[in-house]
């Protein structure tokens, strides 16, 4: 198991609702092959250029532990999300 972060950024224009069920769909993803650890809910902060024409983003950071496979899934599942302006997935053991 590799010790994994994702940070990602929501789309603003969200109720606070669909942010909490965007960050909980986060969270089961990885729950399913891997072990969450702390989330870290940012909350709104100025972005360095606009995506969408947005100025700002709903900021949340997740660490987990999972195998290999996991960070392709889930970059391909927030890839394809609606919710999800911007996400990176970091591997904290290669650093």
């Not at 990602?8 to 969450?36: H, M, N, Q, R, Y």
């Not at 606009?50 to 997740?62: A, L, S």
């Amino acid at each position: 198991m590799n010790k994994y972060e994702v940070m990602f950024i929501i789309d603003p224009a969200l109720e606070d609702e669909k942010k909490d069920a965007t960050i909980e769909t986060v969270k089961s993803i990885i729950g399913a092959d891997g072990t969450v650890g702390n989330a870290d809910v940012w909350g709104m902060r100025k972005l360095a250029y606009p995506i969408n024409k947005k100025n700002e983003g709903y900021y949340v950071v997740v660490d987990f532990e999972a195998n290999p496979e996991l960070p392709k899934e889930l970059d391909r599942r927030l890839r394809i999300s609606d919710n999800v302006m911007r996400h990176i997935i970091i591997n904290k053991d290669e650093q």
